[in-house]
Structure formats: C-alpha cells, structure tokens
C-alpha cells in the first residue's frame, strides 16, 4: 500500500486525490496547503491522518512514500528536488519544469539517488493510448508522415492576476500546449532528433502567449524520411482539440487529445494497406469498433470507444504505483529523458516569441532575421501621419542591436520598404495601375518587380541577405521608395 501526500490544495489536487479513493494500491495519508483553514478543508472532503500547512513538514513525515504535487507550474521543481532529497518518490503535475535546465536538475537528483521521479502526463496512461500505439506499431496507416496537435480553449473566466499569466511561469505553451508537446515527442521518438523550427504565430496578452501555433520538421537523415508536425495552442479562441495523425495510406483521429477517449481510424483502400485492413478488422473485433465504408468504396473509417478506468487520473496512478513496487527510478512510459524533452520543445517554440514593446507591435528579433506581424497594431501605427515606416525601422535596428550586440544587415530604407509592400500589397496593387501611365518606365518596372508578391502576409520575414533570398528585391526597390511612399500617401 502507497501512502500519499498531496502538496497542493487547487483544483488538479482535487481530482487526484478524487482517483486515488478508487484505488486499491494506495490511500492518502497527508496533505499540505498554504495555510492550516484550507488543509482543513481538503481533508474534510478526502480524509487523511495528517494535515499541514507547510510542505517541509509534510516531506519530513517518515510515513509518507510518495507525493503528488500540484502547485503552480513555477513551484514544481523547487518541491519536487525537496521531495526526492527527502526520500519521497514524486508524481508531479504537468508542466514537470519551466525550463530544459530544471529538467536536467530532477534528472540528476533521480538518477543519483534512484529515486522515482514522473511528469503525470495522462494522456500517456488513457486505455485508448494503448490502441493508438497498438494501431502505430502494428504499422496499419504506414509510416507516419505528418502530425497535427492542436488544442484551443476560450478561457475567458481566468482571473487577470492568474498565475498563467504570469510572465516566468504563465503562457498557454506551458499550460495546455505541454500536452502537445508530449503527443508530437511520442511520436517521432523512432529515429528522429529534435525538430527545425520553420514557421511560429503567436497572440501575445502583456507578456505570455495567449495563442501559439509552429509548423515544426523532424528528420531522419540515415533513413531518409521526415515528420512535419503542427503544434497549436490557445487560451483566447476555441477550434476542436484533436490530435491527427497521417500515415502513408491513412490516418488517426483523436478528440479531445487532453482527454481521449474515442477515435477515428481512417485507411485507404490499397494494395499496400492490405495487410493494415486485416489487422484493423482484428482490432474491431477485440475492442469493440465499428466500421463505416465510404460511399465510393476507397476508404474504411474504423471508430473505436474506450472508456476510462475511473477517470483520466487513474491510469497514472496504477502506472506509478507498479513503477514503485518494482523498484524502478523511471517509468518506461514518461521518463524524466521525455519531460526534458517536451520542455526543450516549449522552449524553443516560446523563444520564438514577439517582443510588444513597441506600440503594441509584435515583433521577435532572431539572429540576421526580424519577424513583424501584421496585426491591428502594425497599421494603427502606419496609418498616422509621417515616415512611420522608417520611424519603425529605426526602432528594429536599435532593438537588435540591444538584443544581439551587432548590427542588422538590412539598410533602414529596404526594411521600411518591405514593411510597408508587405502591409500594403492589396493597396500597393490596387492603386499601381492608375498611376502606372503618369510615370512611365519606373512604375512599370517596380509593378513588374513586384509580381512575385500576390497577397499581403501575416508575418513579414525580414531577413539579412544570408537567410532571405528576398532581401536583394527589397534593396533593388530602395531607389523606388518615393514612388512607394506616394502610392500608398501618409502610410508612407
């Protein structure tokens, strides 16, 4: 029998200690609140034989074997070192760590004292985790060729002053964009190295990322072949949450990728999916699926239900609980390798993120190459009287300077040109042809050098000439920046 302590007393503790009342392993012994009033009426709800106010305290119980911990996120390394230093075995709430190197900390401390530690990833533990994996092994849609995790909420109810919004620990890459992180490390696990970052989006709110979507690649060049995945997440929009996964020859549908508990098996009808189609008949069969053939008979959608056991806890709870009577420092289904490896990717991805400093600009300054976005902001700003573009530009150079300590390579005028052909190109366009005849050859050569461009961008990469080809247009159309500046008038 485990005996718990909860370190916590919100919401997420609630539920865990919910979970643990249906299972036979383990009871809860202790809980730890910030003060004694609310210790008080956790274990009101869930009975224990110890009640704190201090989590030093809690550690020090000598018939305490494991601890739950669900502080906030900024808290977790701190207690969980602390727990492991005391003996104690640790289950801590998603995200483990705010950064690669408090993973490395737990990481350490775990191994040197082969002492369990485990991010509750529950989405690692679900019963229908065990079909997905079962559908990906057995290789039923072919080799995975692209994944898609998205997961957007409208969480308008979270109070500003929000520990999510704080700027050290807050953003929803850390709180809901963590899941999947975790689904898309699972599954390019066989082969592929960390991903290239090829294109990010992000909504900011003061200083976290409200909404952030990056388009990444995985790579396998010994066996030639590669994964593009899509990462998206929100606190301030809803869309489905589901996690897509494309195969050769079909694809994996899971709602609710947080919660999963159904999916879409989707297969197309082939020569090389032969053996896929026996092998998802068999599955049907031992868990109870069904199949819906399409109307033009090339594809077989197989749609499976499975229920928890208990709840989306639960699983987690019987996994550590295993991991703990059989003498193991690390599960083999969430080693601490994979928390480390999931915070490297959030932190990739929030390195990405603008700065908003600037009028409310979202701008994010990357070695040789500065993203703006094309937001409100951007042509509130243009829109006033001025050279605002060079005003802006102006504003670039100085930041980078500050950020990178040298120079950016790109002359103020080729930057406030592609700032304003990239906000302005449906204008640019519009206009370009009534007055084309009045100038002549110029304006007939600048429409001409601008046919490449056929709509405005929500991001404008401007990049050194090294990293953005088209930096030697934008610096050829620098002689033609008055014309620019009187097509588009005082946005100039």
């Not at 485990?2 to 009342?21: C, M, T």
């Not at 739950?68 to 104690?88: D, F, N, S, T």
């Not at 699983?315 to 915070?343: D, K, Y």
């Amino acid at each position: 029998m485990i005996r718990w302590g909860i370190i916590g007393g919100g919401n997420i503790a609630h539920r865990f200690a919910e979970s643990l009342k249906h299972f036979e392993g383990g009871e809860l012994a202790a809980v730890s609140c910030r003060t004694q009033e609310k210790a008080e009426a956790f274990s009101r709800e869930y009975p224990c034989r110890y009640i704190y106010d201090d989590y030093d305290r809690l550690l020090e119980n000598e018939e305490i074997d494991a601890v739950y911990i669900g502080l906030p996120h900024g808290l977790h390394c701190q207690w969980a070192v602390r727990a492991m230093e005391a003996g104690k075995a640790v289950l801590c709430e998603k995200p483990a760590v705010l950064n690669v190197e408090e993973m490395k900390e737990i990481c350490r401390i775990s191994k040197e004292r082969k002492i369990l530690f485990m991010e509750a990833m529950k989405t690692r533990f679900v019963p229908i985790h065990r079909l997905i994996m079962t559908v990906l092994e057995q290789g039923l849609i072919g080799r995975i060729t692209k994944v898609e995790a998205s997961l957007c909420n409208l969480s308008a109810q979270r109070a500003p002053d929000c520990y999510l919004y704080d700027s050290q620990q807050g953003g929803v890459l850390l709180d809901v964009g963590i899941y999947c992180a975790s689904w898309i490390d699972e599954l390019t696990r066989d082969g592929y190295g960390m991903p290239e970052i090829r294109q990010t989006a992000f909504r900011m709110k003061d200083q976290v990322e409200s909404y952030a979507k990056c388009w990444l690649l995985y790579r396998d060049d010994a066996e030639d072949r590669q994964i593009r995945a899509m990462l998206e997440c929100a606190f301030d929009e809803k869309k489905p949450r589901k996690l897509t996964i494309f195969g050769e020859w079909g694809t994996i549908e899971v709602p609710e990728l947080h919660r999963p508990q159904k999916m879409a098996v989707t297969e197309i009808l082939c020569e090389e999916s032969r053996e896929g189609q026996a092998g998802l008949d068999a599955l049907k069969v031992e868990w109870g699926g069904t199949c819906i053939p399409a109307e033009d008979g090339r594809k077989k959608t197989f749609i499976f239900e499975v229920p928890y056991e208990v709840d989306d806890f639960y699983g987690q709870i019987v996994h550590f609980t295993r991991c703990l009577n059989e003498g193991l420092w690390e599960s083999p289904v969430m080693p601490p390798e994979a928390s480390q490896r999931c915070i490297e990717l959030i932190e990739m991805i929030r390195d990405r993120r603008p700065d908003n400093s600037y009028h409310g600009i979202s701008i994010q300054y990357d070695d040789r190459i500065v993203r703006v976005r094309t937001d409100r902001y951007l042509f509130d700003f243009l829109g006033r009287p001025g050279n605002d573009s060079l005003e802006l530009a102006d504003h670039i150079h100085k930041t980078y300077k500050e950020k990178w300590n040298k120079e950016l390579k790109i002359s103020r005028e080729s930057l406030s040109v592609e700032i304003l052909i990239h906000a302005y190109m449906d204008t640019v366009f519009r206009r370009m042809d009534v007055i084309v005849d009045k100038i002549g050859g110029p304006g007939r050569q600048l429409k001409k050098t601008l046919e490449f461009l056929e709509d405005s961008t929500e991001i404008i990469d401007c990049g050194e000439r090294e990293v953005d080809s088209n930096r030697v247009v934008f610096d050829n159309l620098v002689p033609f920046r008055k014309i620019l500046y009187k097509i588009l008038g005082d946005k100039a």
